[in-house]
């Protein structure tokens, strides 16, 4: 027989129920925020997000603000004590829905950690939750409103059931003060909660504005515009840029066909009322079309957008089929112009060739002026990856880099340059040497080097007064000679090192091993796809015991025997090291050995550290690859 429930479980159960249909006055709720603090704090736990929300909206100012100095009397500990029991809760229903803890928009990782730096963002439980509740919502009508015989206003469009009851909002629910069954609700609702959202072009009309009228957007991802469009879409979208200009701070393009008309129209939309100027921080048009490439001239509206935005730290121009002439001019604006770009991405265009002008406007060791260049002076993050850049065009590249001074991360990766590129980039390296500010960060993966320019490369950075920390030279076919130069290398403080794929071999990895001396400061290795058998293990043991915050470790690929795992796991073990991630799927002899007992063994926070797969595809894409 079910035990009968208790009296204070029936009356939290009526307290709970009255919340959840909106409809309380003012007098029941100054009378609910009165009640015992630990009746109060047991009750929250029971709620619904919808009648969570009911009760946290209209909680009086001074019964949870934390706001300005924490003095020690029993008022304010009741308080920080009452808002930290609401985050708690908000923090439970977002898990218990989503099941994880991060941002619904993945904005680019540079720019993610200079915005908390600057900002010193506080995770808002409820705020994430709606917000993200509200960016389910956009793409479900999205799926509406692509549907080409839909005809009506996007507001009007109902919400899956399946979306409405995570919120605890049920069909038969008539006593509720609102009805959460159409889009409009939930924009009218939650739309206050919107800092990030996507929208795709079905949901960019004028209509979008007056639905997310009380959001302030800091950051915008805007998704299939397409040429063939009809106006309005791009005028929603201007219309929601010009009600958001003085709270956004990031704005991106994907998968669109943008003409100059376009490009003008968003980049005029961007200014902050009454000043000639705008706020945005970063701007990105990735895996897109710039119908205009071969123009003489670029977007009038672009250009002024670049030269006048002293806010603006990161452009993001990736995978848009770019033209040299037009890159060529995107440098020229940016060259003269006011703002401090910190990171520039090129990435994935194609471009076939970099423009030369740079040879006649810079030359190395020449010093420039405050006045010259001053957006490329404080440039530290260039990504030109995948442009099909060849030697000649790295000839031409270094005197840009002399007009980024302050330059810490460079990708070249996937550019056919060969050794003569690395040859024609030396003066530069040496260079740097001498600076104050250097590189860090230098991707030069897939580039068709071979042990010649790659060991005199390692000789000039081993000199470098501020060390290399982070560098990827895989997919090179370096040969074993290179792993006595890799393994006096890793003591230069090196963090991180990708050497996949460089042919190393059981000699490489045996001549690495025996140059490895000291503690290292290293943290991410990739060695995978080096074929290196026993003498991988053996290098792997090694590098763990002189590595003690070594975190991540791939080691894929490698034909490693089956006496290759006991040898890491004991060196694991002695150790008692920071490693979390160590991947040795592709081995497939190491499975067989393999046993329950010993997985059990290798777990840090409770989850396993190690990968194996017998199924594992070589040649498929790595799973933390984008």
């Not at 799926?143 to 005809?151: K, L, N, Q, T």
């Not at 007056?210 to 959001?215: E, G, I, K, V, Y």
Request: proline share 4%.
């Amino acid at each position: 027989m079910a035990e009968a429930p208790s009296l204070l479980s029936l009356c939290l159960n009526l307290i709970v129920d009255e919340l959840l249909r909106g409809g309380c006055d003012d007098e029941f709720l100054a009378t609910l925020y009165k009640i015992p603090p630990e009746l109060f704090d047991s009750m929250l736990p029971r709620l619904t997000p919808l009648a969570l929300e009911n009760l946290h909206r209209n909680m009086p100012s001074h019964e949870c603000s934390i706001n300005g100095p924490q003095d020690e009397n029993s008022g304010s500990q009741r308080k920080r004590k009452r808002w930290l029991n609401f985050e708690g809760a908000w923090k439970k229903l977002y898990e218990v829905r989503w099941g994880d803890c991060g941002a619904q928009i993945h904005s680019i990782s540079w720019l993610a950690k200079q915005f908390e730096a600057k900002h010193e963002l506080r995770d808002d439980w409820q705020q994430m939750y709606w917000e993200r509740h509200l960016q389910n919502c956009l793409d479900a009508a999205a799926e509406i409103a692509m549907i080409p015989s839909f005809s009506d206003g996007i507001g009007v469009i109902k919400i899956p059931a399946t979306i409405v009851r995570c919120i605890g909002y049920w069909e038969h629910m008539n006593s509720s003060a609102c009805d959460y069954s159409k889009f409009s609700d939930h924009c009218q609702h939650f739309g206050l909660y919107a800092r990030r959202l996507r929208l795709p072009s079905a949901l960019c009309l004028p209509e979008i504005c007056d639905l997310l009228r009380t959001s302030n957007l800091e950051t915008l991802e805007i998704h299939w515009i397409k040429l063939k469009d009809h106006v309005s879409f791009v005028d929603g979208i201007c219309e929601l840029l010009k009600q958001n200009s003085e709270t956004l701070k990031s704005i991106e393009f994907v998968h669109c066909k943008l003409s100059t008309s376009f490009i003008d129209a968003i980049c005029d939309s961007l200014w902050i009322k009454g000043l000639k100027t705008h706020g945005i921080e970063h701007f990105s048009i990735r895996i897109s079309n710039f119908l205009d490439t071969s123009s003489s001239t670029l977007p009038a509206g672009l250009a002024s957008f670049l030269s006048s935005g002293r806010c603006l730290s990161s452009l993001s121009l990736s995978d848009d089929h770019l033209r040299r002439n037009f890159v060529e001019m995107i440098l020229d604006v940016l060259f003269d112009s006011s703002s401090n770009i910190a990171a520039l991405d090129l990435s994935e265009n194609y471009m076939s060739g970099w423009p030369s002008h740079f040879k006649w406007t810079s030359r190395p060791g020449k010093q420039l002026s405050s006045g010259i260049g001053k957006s490329l002076q404080s440039l530290r993050v260039l990504n030109l990856r995948n442009n099909n850049l060849q030697r000649d065009d790295v000839d031409f590249l270094k005197y840009a880099l002399v007009c980024m001074p302050k330059l810490e991360s460079l990708d070249l990766s996937d550019n056919p340059i060969e050794d003569d590129g690395i040859k024609n980039m030396m003066p530069y390296f040496v260079e740097m040497s001498e600076k104050p500010f250097s590189l860090i960060d230098l991707k030069l993966g897939q580039c068709e080097l071979t042990f010649n320019s790659v060991s005199q490369l390692l000789n000039v950075l081993s000199r470098w007064k501020k060390p290399l920390t982070s560098l990827c030279i895989g997919e090179n076919n370096l040969g074993s000679k290179i792993g006595a130069l890799l393994g006096k290398f890793l003591s230069k403080g090196l963090q991180s090192l990708d050497i996949d794929d460089i042919n190393l071999g059981p000699p490489g990895f045996q001549k690495a091993q025996d140059e490895i001396m000291g503690d290292l400061k290293l943290v991410y290795i990739n060695i995978s796809k080096n074929y290196g058998g026993i003498e991988t293990a053996n290098f792997l043991s090694k590098l763990i015991s002189c590595a003690p915050e070594l975190t991540a470790i791939d080691a894929r690929c490698n034909s490693m025997p089956v006496e290759s795992l006991s040898i890491i796991c004991s060196t694991l073990k002695a150790m008692r090291g920071k490693v979390e991630h160590l991947d040795l799927r592709g081995n497939t002899s190491l499975v067989r050995f393999a046993d329950a007992s010993l997985l059990d063994e290798l777990k840090m926070n409770r989850k396993s550290i190690l990968k194996l797969d017998s199924s594992y595809d070589p040649d498929g894409p790595y799973d933390q690859d984008p």
